[in-house]
Nanobody, 113 residues
Framework: QVQLVESGGGLVEAGGSLRLSCATSTSMFMINTMAWYRQAPGKQRELVATITNGGTTTYADSQKGRFTISRDNARNAMYLQMNGLKPEDTAVYYC???????WGRGTQVAVSS
């Protein structure tokens, strides 16, 4: 089981930026794919972005061009750089490691209009 801890959320105005971090309890060299999900109030959890150990990334259509996922295996951390934030990006953002079925507790992002 991998422990995940997210940080970096907060309240920003529309058009602003935030950088989320996900710290892992185990070496990320052992982890293949990692992902960011988000869940807005009253909605289902949805995939935001994924990144493989080789650096291949995928994004949900609504985040393409605004969000950037990255990872630093030496620091055991994954990141989500979010630019051009919109009120509809308001959600709790979660870190996920599919191969271990691990989830963090999430970090709240709120974007005001």
């Amino acid at each position: 089981q991998v422990q995940l801890v997210e940080s970096g959320g907060g309240l920003v105005e529309a058009g602003g930026s935030l950088r989320l971090s996900c710290a892992t309890s185990t070496s990320m060299f052992m982890i293949n794919t990692m992902a960011w999900y988000r869940q807005a109030p009253g909605k289902q959890r949805e995939l935001v972005a994924t990144i493989t150990n080789g650096g291949t990334t995928t994004y949900a259509d609504s985040q393409k061009g605004r969000f950037t996922i990255s990872r630093d295996n030496a620091r055991n951390a994954m990141y989500l750089q979010m630019n051009g934030l919109k009120p509809e990006d308001t959600a709790v953002y979660y870190c996920n490691v599919p191969q271990y079925g691990s989830w963090g507790r999430g970090t709240q992002v709120a974007v005001s209009s």
